[in-house]
């Protein structure tokens, strides 16, 4: 039962996801603006302008529900920001299994989560028993997460992705900015939220990237000390994912304790 749930977990909680109620009443190719209602007392504002679904998944077993969508934003004809948001409904029951099945996908897994890794520019954690709070921004290889990322688990995800920026001939950046957000509590309902922020950093007019992989790229933190412009970039994009975690812990009602200090 474990092992089954955390691999039904796993399936649908990287993916993407976001809708007008994630209701019924979008579907893929909608073009969206403005805020997002996640359910009937949630809701998340969107950054400005025109957003294309591009996938949306949902799924009920064990008495979870799930539901994911991803939405996209181009500008001259390329990848300029992306969103994925997740939404796992899980009260009710099994809740012992469910909670060690999160703690081993978001604090085990070998190949993300919410625990230091060398990619990281800045990782934020609260934990307390099944409750945590946790950011971390870090850049990625856009190609390889959607076509090849190194989790297994996770290939194919991004098919929705690859299939719909060929279909178009969009150009997908190579090196983009990240900022992850997680929030899980028993004592909010026990409803699991996930956002990721994909961000071109031409957003923020910045230099060429000069190098094509994570591990040498301008912006990972063991050489952004070298290349000023870039950390000046970086750190616009930290500031703006602090505003967004706090306005994302307000959305999912965290409690005042459970709260990040940047």
């Given at each position: ?49 025109d ?22 934003q ?34 085990k ?46 290939r ?8 719909w920026?060929k ?5 997908v ?46 912006y ?43």
């Amino acid at each position: 039962m474990k092992k089954n749930l955390i691999v039904y977990l796993s399936f649908l909680f990287f993916v993407v996801l976001i809708e007008k109620s994630l209701s019924e009443q979008t579907s893929v190719g909608e073009i969206i603006s403005g805020d997002i209602k996640l359910n009937n007392s949630i809701r998340l504002e969107l950054p400005k302008g025109d957003w294309e679904i591009v996938r949306k998944s949902s799924a009920y077993d064990y008495g979870i529900s799930q539901r994911i969508i991803g939405i996209v934003q181009i500008k001259n004809n390329e990848i300029f920001q992306a969103i994925e948001i997740y939404e796992g409904l899980l009260g009710g029951m099994y809740q012992s299994t469910i909670d060690t099945a999160i703690n081993e996908i978001v604090f085990k897994n070998r190949y993300d989560g919410c625990y230091k890794r060398p990619e990281y520019y800045k990782l934020v954690l609260y934990r307390k028993g099944s409750t945590h709070n946790c950011m971390y921004i870090e850049p990625w290889d856009l190609p390889k997460e959607i076509n090849n990322p190194e989790d297994p688990e996770l290939r194919g995800m991004g098919a929705a992705y690859s299939y719909w920026a060929k279909e178009y001939n969009y150009k997908v950046p190579k090196i983009v900015l990240t900022s992850n957000h997680s929030y899980f509590s028993r004592l909010v309902g026990g409803n699991w939220y996930r956002i990721t922020y994909i961000l071109n950093p031409k957003l923020f007019n910045a230099p060429d990237s000069r190098f094509q992989t994570v591990e040498t790229s301008e912006y990972h933190p063991g050489n952004i000390d070298n290349f000023l412009e870039h950390k000046e970039v970086m750190e616009k994009f930290l500031e703006l994912s602090i505003e967004r975690h706090k306005s994302f812990e307000k959305s999912v009602k965290s409690k005042k304790r459970h709260k990040l200090k940047f």
